[in-house]
């Protein structure tokens, strides 16, 4: 049973930091690829971020040079370091691994930004 937990989430202030890490725990979990993403009320999950080992690392424009992603492949676990956060960028936002061909999602963890 393969299940993807997300954490880190919380109320942070305007140009603020906050880092999201992301675990899968069952047996045979190696992930080959992590997406994040996130959404708000009423509107459409979006992509924010990706990392893969075959591809590397991708954003897109709403957080680039701002948010990085980053794994630790001994622990099958990803992270989600945003920093400069905006008001914007408030939204519950959840973890998708890629394992043995199948795509598991987190429960997802809700970030605020606001002073």
């Known amino acids: 049973q393969v299940q993807v937990v997300e954490s880190g989430g919380g109320l942070v202030q305007p140009g603020g930091s906050l880092r999201l890490s992301c675990a899968a725990s069952?047996?045979?979990?190696?992930?080959?690829?992590m997406g994040w993403y996130r959404q708000a009320p009423g509107k459409q999950r979006e992509w924010v971020a990706s990392?893969?080992?075959?591809?590397?690392?991708n954003y897109a424009d709403s957080v680039k040079g701002r948010f990085t992603i980053s794994r630790d492949n001994a622990k099958n676990t990803a992270h989600l370091k945003m920093n400069s956060l905006k008001p914007e960028d408030t939204a519950v936002y959840y973890c998708?691994?890629?394992?043995?061909?199948?795509?598991?999602w987190g429960q997802g963890t809700q970030v605020t930004v606001s002073s």
């Open positions: 998708n691994m890629a394992i043995r061909g199948r795509s598991y």
């Open positions: 069952g047996s045979d979990v190696n992930s080959y690829a």
């Open positions: 990392i893969s080992i075959t591809t590397g690392t």
